[in-house]
């Protein structure tokens, strides 16, 4: 077992890719070695692929020293992008949420090196006011203890997300976030020097999860968002910006046939080559 600790894929030409949390009982199946026991699991998922999304953190911030542990187990170069708590975004005072983020962006930042993008997720259905979220957007501070942040503004409600919201993000430096799902909002403006999408798509009957043509083709885009291009076959709201030389890409399966997600993302590794 020793053997599939070792040698973690890196990111190649600045691609991450991974999977939504790491604790599912079908992965114990198709996934996870057999007999390897739960706490090992995210020692083992993170050697697989080169990120993760924490979705828990949505529900309920942690304590500092579970995150340095969660930091622990993981390889040099690995990060985690974390959701942060819904009770911010879900707030009746948006504007002055200012002492809740400074609160979670404390603790998560015990995370270290391993500390990916933050996504801040407005739900489908909530009603947001375009003055207090632009107020709340200058409370995401661009550092905390002198680590750099990266945000992420995942609003789901169609009737918010337009050009004034692409601009607002672009204006800011903070991304959103481009899904493949027809559930949700689906446009791939660039609004920040690292692109954040969310494929959730698999399908159950595909052992990759995606066929081979399909993650042929998300290699391609991936490192044409990477080399700082934009996909010409993706919707965008607004007219592009000036690109620049590079970029980073974090991509995530989600959703969907989930059981099928960590194939999905490690077939995508080897596409791209990662090693």
Same mark, same amino acid.
């Given at each position: 077992?020793?053997?599939?600790?070792?040698?973690?894929?890196?990111p190649?030409?600045?691609?991450?890719?991974?999977?939504?949390?790491?604790?599912?009982?079908?992965?114990?199946?198709?996934f996870?070695?057999?007999?390897l026991?739960?706490?090992?699991?995210l020692?083992?998922a993170?050697?697989?692929?080169?990120?993760?999304?924490v979705?828990?953190t949505?529900?309920?911030?942690?304590?500092p020293?579970?995150?340095?542990?969660?930091?622990?187990?993981?390889?040099?170069?690995?990060?985690?992008?974390?959701?942060?708590?819904?009770r911010?975004?879900?707030?009746r005072?948006?504007?002055?949420?200012g002492?809740?983020v400074?609160?979670?962006?404390g603790?998560i930042?015990?995370?270290?090196d391993?500390?990916?993008?933050?996504?801040?997720?407005?739900?489908?259905?909530?009603?947001?006011?375009?003055?207090e979220?632009?107020?709340?957007?200058?409370?995401?501070?661009d550092?905390v203890?002198?680590r750099?942040?990266?945000?992420?503004l /995942?609003?789901?409600?169609? !009737?918010? %997300?337009d +050009? &004034? *919201? #692409?601009?607002?993000?672009?204006?800011?430096?903070?991304a959103t @976030?481009?899904?493949?799902?027809? /559930?949700?909002?689906?446009? !791939?403006? %660039?609004? +920040? &020097? *690292? #692109?954040?999408?969310?494929?959730?798509?698999s399908?159950?009957? @595909?052992?990759?999860?995606?066929p /081979?043509?399909?993650l042929e083709?998300?290699?391609?885009?991936?490192?044409?968002?990477?080399?700082?291009?934009?996909?010409?076959?993706l919707p965008?709201?607004?007219?592009?910006?000036?690109?620049?030389?590079?970029r980073?890409v974090?991509?995530?399966?989600?959703s969907?046939?989930?059981?099928?997600n960590?194939?999905?993302?490690?077939?995508?590794?080897?596409?791209?080559?990662?090693?």
């Amino acid at each position: 077992m020793m053997d599939l600790f070792s040698n973690p894929p890196k990111p190649v030409e600045g691609i991450r890719v991974g999977i939504g949390g790491w604790t599912y009982a079908p992965w114990r199946d198709n996934f996870y070695p057999k007999g390897l026991v739960q706490r090992r699991e995210l020692e083992f998922a993170s050697r697989q692929l080169t990120a993760i999304e924490v979705n828990g953190t949505y529900y309920g911030m942690q304590k500092p020293a579970t995150y340095a542990k969660w930091a622990a187990e993981t390889p040099e170069g690995f990060v985690f992008s974390a959701k942060a708590p819904m009770r911010i975004m879900q707030s009746r005072a948006l504007a002055k949420t200012g002492p809740q983020v400074d609160d979670f962006l404390g603790g998560i930042v015990s995370l270290g090196d391993r500390l990916g993008p933050i996504v801040w997720q407005f739900d489908a259905g909530q009603k947001i006011d375009r003055d207090e979220f632009a107020q709340f957007v200058e409370l995401l501070p661009d550092a905390v203890d002198g680590r750099a942040m990266r945000h992420v503004l /995942d609003v789901r409600d169609p !009737a918010f %997300v337009d +050009a &004034d *919201f #692409v601009a607002l993000a672009r204006r800011h430096g903070m991304a959103t @976030v481009f899904t493949d799902s027809p /559930d949700y909002p689906s446009f !791939a403006d %660039v609004t +920040a &020097d *690292f #692109v954040y999408a969310r494929l959730m798509r698999s399908r159950s009957d @595909v052992p990759t999860g995606y066929p /081979d043509a399909e993650l042929e083709q998300w290699s391609g885009r991936l490192r044409e968002w990477a080399r700082g291009g934009e996909p010409a076959d993706l919707p965008r709201l607004a007219p592009a910006t000036e690109p620049p030389a590079s970029r980073e890409v974090f991509v995530f399966f989600i959703s969907s046939a989930k059981e099928r997600n960590p194939a999905a993302a490690m077939a995508l590794l080897k596409r791209l080559g990662a090693s």
